[in-house]
């Protein structure tokens, strides 16, 4: 069993940083990050294969970035200039060619 978990949310002022980490237990070529806040649908915010093509919601785009380090089979999402309309709680998603995964999600909490 595929097992994701990520790590680094908290609560943060608006304009500040910050930066999410999702550890997969098995190496899978794609991996990114999705986002829900109470109410709503739950969205992509930016994914990243192995070989470093990398896609962001237009809403981030320009404030956050998606790495990976691939020998620790490890996504990372640095976030700034955050608003508090980034609140959510963020969820890490890895693929295989057949299956997908989410992990257990981090909450997010930007303050105004």
């Known amino acids: 069993q595929v097992q994701l978990v990520e790590s680094g949310g908290g609560l943060v002022q608006a304009g500040g940083s910050l930066r999410l980490s999702c550890v997969a237990s098995?190496?899978?070529?794609?991996m990114g990050w999705y986002r829900q806040a109470p109410g709503k649908q739950r969205e992509l915010v930016a994914t990243?294969?192995?070989?470093?093509?990398?896609q962001y919601a237009d809403s981030v785009k320009g404030r956050f970035t998606i790495s990976r380090d691939n020998a620790k089979n490890t996504v990372y999402l640095q976030m700034g200039s955050l608003k508090p309309e980034d609140t959510a709680v963020y969820y890490c998603?890895?693929?295989?060619?057949?299956?997908?995964?989410w992990g257990q999600g981090t909450q997010v909490t930007v303050s105004s």
């Open positions: 098995i190496s899978l070529n794609l």
């Open positions: 990243t294969t192995r070989s470093g093509s990398t």
């Open positions: 998603k890895a693929e295989s060619s057949s299956l997908g995964y």
